[in-house]
C-alpha cells in the first residue's frame, strides 16, 4: 500500500484534532464522568487486587474501595457545609468590615482622583442594577449546571464500578485493535499510563492533605478567622494547575478582609501562601509524584485553559493527566512522536538547527534529552504492575 504525502499526513492528524475536540465540547456531560471515572478506576486498582488476593468475592472487593471514596467525600461536604455555615453566621461582622474597607477605599479614591463619593455611589448603583439583571438571565442555567453536577456525581460510582467489573474485557478489546507485533509497545503503554494516573492523584490527595494541614494550622497559630476554611479552599483550588493557586490566593485575601478591620491579616496569609507553595513546588510535590513524564509549561497552561472552555472545572483538573497519558500514547507511535516532543519536557540544550541528529525520532536521542533534562528513562516502565 503507498504512504500517504507527508501533508496529507499533517491534514488528517489536525482534522482528527479538531474531531476530538468539537466532540470533547458537544459531548462533554457524557464523556467527561467516564473520563474521572476512568482515573478514580485506575486508583482504585490497588485496594481492589489487595481485597481480591485476600479472597474477596469480585463485586465485594470493587465496592468496599468505592463505599470509602463515598465516605471520604460526604466528609469532606460535611466539613465544607460546617465551615459555611460558621461564616454565615459571622455576616452582620462581616458586612461592617467590608463596609469599613470600602469607605477607606472610597476616601483614597477622592484623594488620588476628581471621583466624589457622590458619583462612586451613582457609579456602584447603576452596575448592581446591571448585575442583577445579569444574574436573573443566569438562573436557570446555573440550575441545569447544578443538577448536571448532581448528574455527573450519581454517575461517577455506577462507572467506576463496572469499569472495574469489565477491566479484562476492557482491555482485551484494546489489545485487539492493534496487529498483534504492536501489543509489546500497548502492554508497555498500559502499564506506564496506570502508574503515571496513579502517581499523579496519589500525589494531588497526599498535597491537598498537607497543604491543608500546613496553611491552615500556621494562619490558626496567627490568629487568622477561618483559617482552615482558607486552607482546605487554596488545597482544593491548588489541584487545578496554574489557574487555581490564582483564585486560592484572591479567595484567601476575600475572606481576610471581610472578617478583619486591619490589612495585617490580609499581607499574613499572603506571606504564608507563599511560603507553602515554594514548600510544595520545590520540596515536597516533586518528591512524592516524581519525574516520570513531565509536561511542558506552555502545554499545561493551555491544556489548562482548553479543558477549562471545554468541561470547566472538572476539564482543568483533568488536563494534566489526560496530557500524560496522550504523551505516553504519542512516543511509542512512530506516526505522532512529533506530538509527544510537543507535549513533553525534554528541551534540548542545543539547537536543531545546528545539531541535525536533534531532528530525528529516535528513541535514543529521547533518553538521551530525558538524563539531559533528569527526567526518569520511560524504559523503566517495563518493571511496573501489570494492568490486568
Known amino acids: 500500500m503507498k504512504e500517504l504525502p507527508v501533508t496529507v499526513r499533517r491534514s488528517v492528524e489536525l482534522l482528527g484534532l479538531f474531531l476530538v475536540g468539537a466532540l470533547l465540547v458537544l459531548g462533554n456531560g457524557i464523556i467527561m464522568p467516564i473520563i474521572m471515572a476512568f482515573f478514580i478506576s485506575i486508583m482504585l486498582l490497588p485496594p481492589y487486587r489487595f481485597l481480591r488476593k485476600l479472597r474477596f468475592p469480585n463485586a465485594l472487593a470493587i465496592l468496599l474501595p ?156 496567627f490568629g487568622i478567622k477561618h483559617a482552615l476554611l482558607i486552607g482546605v479552599l487554596f488545597a482544593f483550588l491548588n489541584l487545578i494547575p496554574y489557574v487555581g493557586a490564582l483564585i486560592g490566593n484572591l479567595i484567601g485575601v476575600l475572606l481576610t478582609l471581610s472578617s478583619s478591620q486591619s490589612l495585617t491579616p490580609v499581607l499574613i496569609v499572603l506571606g504564608t501562601i507563599a511560603v507553602v507553595q515554594f514548600l510544595d513546588n520545590n520540596i515536597l510535590m516533586p518528591r512524592i509524584v516524581g519525574s516520570k513524564v513531565r509536561i511542558n509549561a506552555l502545554t499545561a497552561i493551555i491544556g489548562v485553559l482548553v479543558g477549562g472552555a471545554i468541561a470547566g472545572i472538572s476539564g482543568m483538573f483533568l488536563s494534566l493527566p489526560i496530557i500524560a497519558v496522550m504523551k505516553i500514547i504519542f512516543d511509542r507511535s512512530d506516526m505522532f512522536k512529533q506530538w509527544g516532543v510537543l507535549l513533553g519536557d525534554e528541551n534540548p540544550e542545543d539547537s536543531p538547527m545546528r545539531r541535525p541528529e536533534l531532528r530525528s525520532k529516535s528513541d535514543a536521542v529521547r533518553q538521551e534529552l530525558e538524563k539531559e533534562n533528569d527526567i526518569e528513562p520511560t524504559d523503566k516502565s517495563a518493571e511496573s504492575e501489570d494492568p490486568k
Open 66 to 221: 468505592i463505599l470509602v471514596m463515598l465516605a471520604a467525600v460526604a466528609m469532606i461536604a460535611w466539613f465544607f457545609s460546617s465551615q459555611i455555615g460558621r461564616l454565615i453566621a459571622d455576616f452582620p461582622q462581616i458586612q461592617k468590615n467590608v463596609a469599613l474597607h470600602l469607605n477607606a477605599l472610597s476616601r483614597w479614591i477622592n484623594d488620588i482622583s476628581h471621583f466624589s463619593t457622590s458619583e462612586q455611589i451613582k457609579l456602584i448603583n447603576e452596575q448592581s442594577a446591571k448585575l442583577l439583571n445579569y444574574s436573573a438571565s443566569i438562573l436557570g442555567g446555573a440550575a441545569g449546571s447544578l443538577s448536571s453536577a448532581f448528574v455527573f456525581l450519581g454517575l461517577l460510582p455506577i462507572y467506576v464500578f463496572l469499569m472495574l467489573t469489565y477491566k479484562n474485557l476492557l482491555l482485551r478489546f484494546i489489545f485487539m485493535w492493534f496487529p498483534e507485533d504492536h501489543h509489546n509497545k500497548v502492554e508497555e503503554a498500559l502499564k506506564e499510563s496506570e502508574s503515571i494516573i496513579k502517581s499523579y492523584l496519589l500525589g494531588l490527595l497526599i498535597q491537598v492533605t498537607y497543604m491543608t494541614i500546613l496553611l491552615g494550622g500556621i494562619l490558626m497559630l
